[in-house]
T-cell receptor, first 114, second 109 residues
Framework: GAVVSQHPSRVICKSGTSVKIECRSLDFQATTMFWYRQFPKQSLMLMAT?????????EQGVEKDKFLINHASLTLSTLTVTSAHPEDSSFYIC??????????FGPGTRLTVT | GESVGLHLPTLSVQEGDNSIINCAYSNSASDYFIWYKQESGKGPQFIID?????DKRQGQRVTVLLNKTVKHLSLQIAATQPGDSAVYFC????????FGAGTRLFVKA
């Protein structure tokens, strides 16, 4: 089956610093990847669509300058949380698309901003 | 905008009983629906999907029912086991996957 990995699985950073999260499709190429954020006891909220070789498309209310997305290859998308603050602490999950109706989710990255 | 919602936030069932988790969606144009299971601290795991041209689909111990008339989706889990304890999300798919609020399933031994 299709496997998507995320790195790191957990990260703690200080307020004001930036942190990068990687999402990789291990055994297939993904022209599109998606980034979600999940707060405790809440659902997954789509943040942005990452397109290989072009700019990401952000959902309404998501600051593109704060959440930088780079999709440099067909197997890697990165999400950088810039100038992180405690309210950015969350569970970040990516997914990779293979075909119109196939999406495979990563295991998530727990970000804690102190 | 599109939204997917769930009727019950928590569901507690006895081991061995059947579980039914319900979901309502608002966008009548949705043509693809998915159920996911999420265990604590993990990403969502695909359970079963159904397209809008079907009203029922069965998998191993799971059945999804789709009622397009009332825009309702349900997940039935037969002979619920302790390992089924998790949060279950319905979602509409296609290019983007939009998640509903989630139902936490507790299985009592």
């Amino acid at each position: 089956g299709a496997v998507v990995s995320q790195h790191p699985s957990r990260v703690i950073c200080k307020s004001g610093t930036s942190v990068k999260i990687e999402c990789r499709s291990l055994d297939f190429q993904a022209t599109t990847m998606f980034w979600y954020r999940q707060f405790p006891k809440q659902s997954l909220m789509l943040m942005a669509t990452s397109n290989e070789g072009s700019k990401a498309t952000y959902e309404q209310g998501v600051e593109k300058d704060k959440f930088l997305i780079n999709h440099a290859s067909l197997t890697l998308s990165t999400l950088t949380v810039t100038s992180a603050h405690p309210e950015d602490s969350s569970f970040y999950i990516c997914s990779a698309g293979r075909g119109a109706y196939e999406q495979y989710f990563g295991p998530g990255t727990r970000l804690t901003v102190t | 905008g599109e939204s997917v919602g769930l009727h019950l936030p928590t569901l507690s069932v006895q081991e061995g009983d059947n579980s039914i988790i319900n979901c309502a969606y608002s966008n009548s144009a949705s043509d693809y629906f998915i159920w996911y299971k999420q265990e604590s601290g993990k990403g969502p795991q695909f359970i079963i999907d159904i397209r809008s041209n079907m009203d029922k689909r069965q998998g191993q111990r799971v059945t999804v029912l789709l009622n397009k008339t009332v825009k309702h989706l349900s997940l039935q889990i037969a002979a619920t086991q302790p390992g089924d304890s998790a949060v279950y999300f319905c979602a509409t798919g296609g290019f983007k996957t939009i998640f509903g609020a989630g139902t936490r399933l507790f299985v009592k031994a």
